[in-house]
């Protein structure tokens, strides 16, 4: 399986990271190995078997649904930009800048 | 007075027979780690932890207070403590303080420890070497020119070299027991869900977990004790009551040593065959005797799906990664990118300036492997082999009670070596990775060094919850080989 730069972006733009500074190309080459490692599990039968998705050993039961105290200010205290206590996010509509 | 000699147990009668205070414990440290900055294993350094030793000292430390009070250690910097900055090492949270506690230092503050700082680590604690820090490589004391194994090198190195009583990292696929081994250190990598994982900046959360780091056995088990145990916080936190290890190891020789008589231990021979050198190997025969002459048989064992271990490991934790790190976008905390000409822009910028390579790289991979079209043939398969591993220990435990095998098929390597190339850096977690896939627990201790004065170290993997029996056997072996427990780490002139 071959990483090529065309899907070197594609990923990047799923995973919301800018790669343009990087060296694509070494990336993809990277990925390529590291992938074509990957490929050693095609050779193990799977069939039958349940995928292990987590790490517990036992079940637990669930906690009441009930919301815990926060302080809503001290949260916000960890964002660079805030206006009127909410987040601040680059204008989504036409016209308007942050 | 030889602070670094003695254990938690002993320091803790000299605070209550005031023969030492914790202001003079916790500035002996401090001047430790002034002294051994280049080393590079704090990233925070508290200051005002004298202040806390001091009001310590002022209301007396009594018979009953927990054994901890007073005693200095570090946490690796993925841990959040409240008003203190936690960095993860990487530029993302550079400027990010905690506002809430993590379980493991709200127990640790509640049990009167003085925390000295938050250790250096791999960004994210992504890598086998420390060499991935925004804050720059740790450094191995043993020898500077080589590293302290990843990702928990700065909390490994602050142990051995006696810049700590004792500290924790966090272990995904062998971040405590690498760097343990590289720095002749006890470790141990509890069974998933032993230590709740609230408030641990979380890497891949299936694998996750806090384990603790140590010069001996003893104090290994009291900071085990003092953070395990069931979290309401953590749907992922076992309910088992807690047991304490350290009460179990000082109950009486005779219900002791019965506790482990006629166990048998298994060697996996399949595993330990390629690239594995000459002092190693020479090592693992060593621990092998000293645990023949203590009672122990040993059967060999079979786990023929570890050799799949790597690359389902790097799937999982990959794709889990992907997933836990999107929660870093630019806008709810840490570092946000000038670079916002809209939403998007705003994502992509801030997370393509501020993470790194390595973190990048894995983000990437983790994507790829969940993206439509490949999920089936990466992560869904990799879920499935992940079960016949589990299964293979499962199986491997009909015929013993634990399994012995090195940490690393070598000791430290050299910094730089492995930096351009990572794949080979991968295969350094090759023998401890299948242990978190299969949520085992695994105690990691020293066993020696090889022919250049580096440390060599053993681990030995239990069943699910039995970490008795890893202490108990940890604890005789440091009984038969006192010389391998108890180092403080400095650089020998014959291999600078």
Known sequence: MKITGDLVDKIAGLAHLDVTKKNKSLLAEQLTQIVEHMRVLDQVDVSNVEPMFHGCIETKPLRKDEVAPFEH????????????????????IDGENE | ???????????????REKKISSQEL???????????????????????????????DNAGVKEKDPVLKGIPYSLKDNMLVKGIRTTCASKILENYTANYN?????????????LLGKTNLDEFAMGSSNENSFFGPVINPWNHKHVPGGSSGGSAVSVSAGLSQFSYGTDTGGSVRLPACFNGIASIKPTYGRISRYGIIAFASSLDQVGPMARNIEDLAIAYDVVCGPDSKDQTCSIKAKESMYDFLSSD???????????????????????????????LDESINVL???GFDFVDVKIPNSKYALDVYYIIATGEASSNLSRYDGIHYGYRSKNNKDLDALYSYSRGEAFGDEVQRRIMLGTFVLSAGYYDAYFSKAAKVR?????????????????????????????????????????????????NLAALPSLGFPSGFDKTGLPVGMQLIGKHFDESSLFSAAKMIQEKKPEWFNNVAQEKDSVK
């Open chain 2, 253 to 283: 020789k005779a219900s002791f040593e019965k506790s482990f008589s006629k166990k048998k231990i298994g060697i996996p021979r399949d595993m330990i065959k390629e690239g594995v050198s000459e002092d190693v190997l020479k090592s």
């Open chain 2, 387 to 435: 079960t016949l591993i589990k299964n293979d220990f499962n199986n491997a435990f009909n015929d013993c009670d634990m399994i012995l095998m090195p940490v690393s098929p070598v000791t430290a390597f050299k910094l730089g070596e492995k930096t351009s190339d990572p794949l080979t850096m991968y295969l350094s977690d090759v023998f401890t990775i299948s242990v």
């Open chain 2, 26 to 56: 916790t500035s002996f440290y401090l001047n430790r780690i002034k002294n051994n900055k280049k080393l590079n294993a704090y990233i925070t350094v508290l200051e005002d932890s004298l202040d806390i030793a001091k009001s310590i």
């Open chain 2, 1 to 15: 007075m030889d602070i670094l000699k003695y254990s938690i147990p002993k320091i803790a009668k000299m605070l």
């Open chain 2, 102 to 114: 993590s379980t493991v230092a709200q127990r640790l503050n509640d049990s009167g420890a003085v």
């Open chain 1, 73 to 92: 200010e001290l949260i916000m205290s960890s964002a660079t930009v805030t206006q009127d206590n909410y987040f601040t996010v680059p204008s989504i």
């Open chain 2, 292 to 294: 023949s002459k203590m």
